[in-house]
């Protein structure tokens, strides 16, 4: 398993809101900067972040973006999950994944040890851990 940009950057937004708003919004322009990614490629991020409705949004010269609640309520597998999907590290453990050699596979159990305790730790870490 990979996570992809998308998910690294996920991750780099929520820390960056997370400490520069101080219930402020904060502007995509000013985010970019400091992260140093393009803003074509942090809207799409945005875009995933806000329909998981991790964000509260403001039009206008003093909108932008806030989180929509403190940082330790965000678990880091919750915005990885948003943005990558499903963290299942291969596909019969996805749901609808099914395998006709699941029942006889030696390897089951081990992908599926993997996948635990993939979800477990990205779970037990929320934004703020991150932070401090």
């Not at 985010?31 to 039009?59: C, D, F, P, V, W």
């Not at 596909?91 to 395998?99: A, Q």
Request: with cysteine; net charge positive.
């Amino acid at each position: 398993m990979k996570i992809s940009t998308k998910g690294r950057y996920a991750l780099r937004v929520m820390i960056d809101l997370a400490i520069n708003s101080n219930a402020n919004y904060i502007s995509l322009k000013d985010i970019a900067a400091r992260q140093e990614i393009s803003n074509k490629y942090l809207e799409q991020i945005i875009a995933m972040l806000n329909k998981a409705g991790y964000l509260e949004t403001a039009r206008g010269n003093s909108g932008g973006y806030r989180l929509a609640k403190q940082a330790k309520e965000y678990r880091i597998g919750d915005i990885l999950r948003a943005t990558e999907g499903d963290l299942t590290p291969i596909y019969c453990l996805t749901e609808g994944g099914e395998c006709s050699r699941k029942e006889d596979c030696k390897t089951h159990s081990f992908w599926k040890g993997l996948d635990k305790v993939i979800n477990e730790y990205v779970d037990s870490k929320t934004l703020e851990d991150l932070i401090k």
